[in-house]
């Protein structure tokens, strides 16, 4: 606190020796060193010169301090204080720092009209600020600039779309092109008996149709060899090459119907011999007189044993091929008697209840129909009927009994 004691005060002032600053005329002599200081130089008040600029800090007042009662403010340094303690005040000195991010980032240097606020306010209130809607003004330019011209925006998503389209076709050819076209194959297989396992290198992939064609795709690279299995024909392997993007051209089978083996009695058939059935069958095609009659026709179709599966009346492919051959015989009977009509007859077990088995023995002629129509023959040539367990062949107490209930007959309608 500042000490009374030490600072006497400025000593009264003796307005009669005060000499006053108005310059007179004629009072200096040209070339006076004193005509050069300024005016405020020239006033006496019997006080010591002033010090340089420079040294402006040592300056002591002559101002007598004002009693504050001992407060903060007598910490003021005054005219003879024998030190100035460190200012209260210095410790609340500013020294505000702005981080660099809250400046404009695109500003080259500090501008005021591009500096955003140094404080932040909460996500919950910021949030109110931003994505506004347009103001007048804005919403003002941007119609004026749809005015004057330019893309609509749908436009450039149009043509963003498009080329997103063409990339995609363009990646699924290479693809194609490059992957999968070279990684495979197809081979088709024309003459093949009907229902006939098509095998390639041992796998089986495929059953030929009703007219004996089988189309097989996705085989590797390479040589590959296909077989052809059926339970009464003997065909030949077959050898083909394919692939990156080439396919062999149509292979055409070569098979033979089996004859009646040595050990086969044709007129013992027994119960799971369907094959062997089927195998005298195609012989006792082979050896009808020609011409032949329909009496001996009809013999030799009835050796023949479809084994439908129980309660349908779907043909088994495995005895397409049968029916295949036996369609040949009957066009050349239907062509030299056109008034020939055979009947198709359906037969079936006592098992189940005798309606359920006359529809069931009546849908099985009519699939055997379709089959040999399929394969040439005029239907004007047959009529179906359904007998069901009217008319067994063999006792039906026994499966043997049963196996040779189940049958399709055929008879000589009209000649």
């Not at 306010?121 to 011209?149: C, F, H, I, M, W």
């Not at 999968?180 to 390639?200: C, L, N, Q, Y």
């Not at 064609?213 to 059926?230: A, C, E, F, Q």
């Not at 091929?321 to 008034?339: H, M, N, S, T």
Request: charged content about 25%; some cysteine.
């Amino acid at each position: 606190m500042s000490d009374r004691t030490n600072n006497p005060g400025p000593p009264p002032d003796d307005f009669t020796k005060t000499t006053p600053n108005i310059p007179v005329p004629g009072r200096r002599k040209a070339g006076d060193p004193r005509e050069s200081e300024p005016d405020w130089a020239k006033t006496n008040y019997k006080i010591p010169s002033q010090p340089a600029p420079d040294d402006f800090g040592k300056t002591i007042t002559n101002l007598k301090p004002i009693d504050t009662n001992r407060q903060d403010i007598g910490k003021t340094m005054y005219p003879g204080a024998p030190s100035q303690r460190p200012s209260d005040w210095e410790a609340a000195a500013p020294n505000p720092e702005i981080p660099a991010a809250d400046f404009d980032a695109l500003s080259s240097g500090w501008s005021a009209g591009k500096t955003t606020p140094y404080f932040r306010l909460p996500e919950a209130e910021r949030s109110k600020y931003e994505n506004l809607p347009p103001t007048p003004t804005e919403q003002a330019e941007a119609e004026e600039d749809v005015k004057k011209g330019g893309i609509p925006g749908w436009v450039w998503v149009t043509a963003g779309l498009m080329v997103m389209f063409f990339f995609a076709v363009a990646v699924l050819g290479i693809v194609y092109f490059f992957i999968i076209r070279d990684t495979g194959f197809e081979v088709t297989i024309k003459g093949a008996p009907p229902g006939s396992d098509i095998m390639i290198d041992g796998k089986m992939l495929a059953v030929s149709n009703e007219d004996g064609d089988s189309r097989i795709s996705n085989l590797i690279p390479g040589k590959r060899t296909i077989t052809i299995v059926h339970p009464t024909y003997t065909c030949q392997p077959i050898t083909v090459e394919g692939g990156r993007g080439v396919n062999p051209p149509p292979v055409i089978a070569r098979c033979k119907a089996q004859s009646v083996k040595p050990t086969d009695d044709c007129a013992n058939i027994q119960l799971g011999e369907e094959d062997k059935a089927e195998r005298c069958y195609n012989t006792a095609l082979d050896q009808l007189p020609d011409p032949f009659t329909a009496e001996q026709l009809v013999k030799a179709l009835n050796i023949l044993i479809i084994n439908f599966e129980s309660g349908k009346f779907d043909v088994p492919p495995k005895r397409l091929a049968a029916l295949q051959k036996g369609a040949g015989f009957i066009k050349k009977l239907a062509d030299r008697d056109p008034g020939i009509v055979l009947e198709i007859g359906g037969h079936t077990d006592n098992v189940g209840s005798a309606a359920s088995n006359l529809t069931l023995s009546q849908n099985r002629a009519n699939a055997v129909k379709e089959v040999l129509v399929k394969f040439g023959v005029n239907p004007a040539v047959f009529q179906t009927r359904g007998y069901g367990p009217d008319k067994p062949r063999a006792d039906n107490s026994t499966e043997l009994g049963k196996f040779y209930n189940r049958r399709i007959e055929y008879s000589v309608v009209k000649k």
